[in-house]
C-alpha cells in the first residue's frame, strides 16, 4: 500500500524573508539589465519606485497564494495558488486591473529568473552532492563531455540556422 506523502510544511515568515531578499536581488539584476552593459535588454525601466511597486504586488500575491496553499486543503501545490490569486487581480473586469498592470509590466522576467535559478542551483546541489560522492571521479568526466556535447550541438544548429537564414 503507497504512503500518504507529506506536503513540505513551510513557514509563511520564513517565505517572507526570502521573498524581500529575492526582490532585491531582481531589483538590482533589473537595474543592470535596463543599463545593458552587454548590450542587450529586456527591462522596460530602471525606475526603482515602479519596480517596488511592481514586486510589492507580486509579493502580496504570491504571500496570498502561500497563504491559500497551507488553509485551503484541496492538495494543489502553491504555484497554482500563488498564479490563480495574481491572475484574478489582473483579470479585465477586475477593480485593480489598471494598477496591477501599470505597475507589473516593467518588472522584466530574466532579472527575476537570476536568483530563482542560483536558489534551485543551490538546492539541486546540496541533495545532489551524495550522489557526487558515490560516484567518483568518473562523473566528472561524463559532465564535461555532456556539457561538451550539448555546447558543440546547439553552436551547430545555430550556425546552420544563422547561414540558412542568411544572417551570416
Known sequence: MASKQQAPSFNLMEWSVFLIIFAVISMVAQVANFYAPLGVSTAKTASL???FIGYLILYAGTIAG???TKTVKIGWPAVIWVSLVLIIVSMPWMPTHDFVIKYTTPVALLPMATPVLAYAGFAIARNELKL????G???VIIACL???????L??????MTLKLTGQI
Open 66 to 68: 502561500l497563504f491559500l
Open 146 to 152: 555532456s556539457f561538451l556535447g550539448s555546447y558543440v
Open 154 to 159: 546547439s553552436a551547430a544548429i545555430a550556425h
Open 132 to 135: 557526487f560522492k558515490e560516484a
Open 137 to 139: 571521479w568518473k562523473i
Open 49 to 51: 519606485f515602479d519596480m
